[in-house]
């Protein structure tokens, strides 16, 4: 049974040393002889102790705890990749011995819940975060950034702003375009539309931007009626192929979608009208989802290594907050392409 009411100056009395040998003992510091030690664990154990955080994060010591927040207007529970992401930031933690706490923001824009956040930082509840699917130039996290709290971001670029504190991870966008344009060359297509990503965040820009540098390197035109706005969830490429269906013009020969969600979305929409893939329409997606293998056409994708994307990120946050001097990361993924069923030659 727990003494909930015993504190350090009792465990010092009990074991018979001073209240700054507790300390030492539960701080794991070395100087402390092996004895002595033994002596005051045996009494904290006797007594299940729990120093007080409070007291600690005070004292300034760290709580071993980094925020992880994503940003999302909808349901995190449905969107795989998303999830994936968010487990392999808390493994990673964990094997680094830090606790994840988590906080799904659902819009920047609520005051009441902006100041909710900046509080978790202000009361020192966490030592760092990392935000994913945030706004390429996102007030809250330049606030934070700026006020010398450590900040890891996925999917950033501001040039110029190369603050100790701020950790940015992206996807190589263009190499992966270029492998994506340059496959649906090999297979003679040379009408090739994008469903984009959300172009407030820096990888919907950033891969339009490598899809018209491959394109260019390819020597293939683009058509503005192919170039079709979207985002990063399924229902928003349902939703784009749907209206470029109601339109009445001709659908291109192959089509790169923001990622594999939207490119699910898109199938789904030209099923709907009679059409199929890779039969009308060849697709690439881009991620490698989870279940991308198993969709019917198994769908032609450009993988990124999304989970060494994150241990890194999460192992140079934590580095930042124990005072390591890494380098930034920036463009840290890997791209291959995978072939599969969606994609045919002309």
């Not at 539960?26 to 006797?46: C, L």
Request: aromatic share 8%; charged share 25%.
């Amino acid at each position: 049974m727990r003494h909930t009411g015993i504190n350090s100056e009792e465990i010092a009395r009990l074991a018979g040393v001073s209240r700054s040998t507790v300390s030492r003992v539960i701080n794991n510091y070395s100087n402390v002889p092996a004895k002595t030690r033994e002596k005051v664990m045996k009494i904290i154990e006797q007594y299940q102790y729990v120093p007080n955080l409070s007291a600690q994060v005070l004292a300034g010591k760290k709580t071993r705890t980094i925020g992880l927040f994503m940003i999302e207007a909808g349901h995190v529970s449905s969107d795989m990749l998303t999830n994936m992401l968010l487990a392999s930031i808390i493994e990673n933690a964990s094997a680094a011995g830090y606790y994840v706490l988590t906080y799904i923001i659902r819009s920047t824009k609520d005051a009441s819940g902006i100041r909710e956040i900046k509080d978790i930082f202000y009361q020192r509840r966490i030592d760092g975060a990392i935000f994913i699917g945030a706004a390429n130039d996102e007030p809250l996290i330049e606030d934070l950034i700026a006020e010398g709290y450590i900040v890891g971001v996925m999917d950033q670029d501001l040039p110029g702003r190369d603050e100790p504190n701020r950790v940015i991870v992206n996807f190589d966008n263009h190499h992966g375009m270029m492998l994506a344009v340059g496959y649906l060359a090999q297979l003679n297509h040379r009408e090739i539309g994008i469903v984009n990503g959300d172009m407030n965040r820096f990888s919907g820009t950033d891969k339009y931007e490598g899809f018209l540098l491959a394109m260019k390197h390819y020597g293939i035109p683009v058509e503005k009626r192919w170039v079709l706005s979207g985002g990063f969830h399924e229902q928003r490429g349902y939703e784009a192929i749907r209206a470029y269906l109601e339109t009445g013009e001709r659908l291109p020969t192959a089509m790169i979608m923001a990622n594999d969600s939207v490119a699910f979305g898109a199938v789904r929409a030209l099923r709907e009208r009679g059409l199929s893939v890779p039969e009308n329409l060849s697709i690439v997606g881009f991620d490698d989802h989870a279940l991308s293998a198993r969709f019917q056409p198994a769908l032609t994708t450009v993988k990124v290594d999304f989970d060494g994307m994150m241990k890194r990120l999460t192992q140079a946050v934590i580095g930042r907050i124990e005072g390591e001097a890494s380098a930034q990361i920036d463009r840290a993924s890997a791209s291959r392409l995978v072939v599969r069923d969606s994609c045919r030659s002309l």
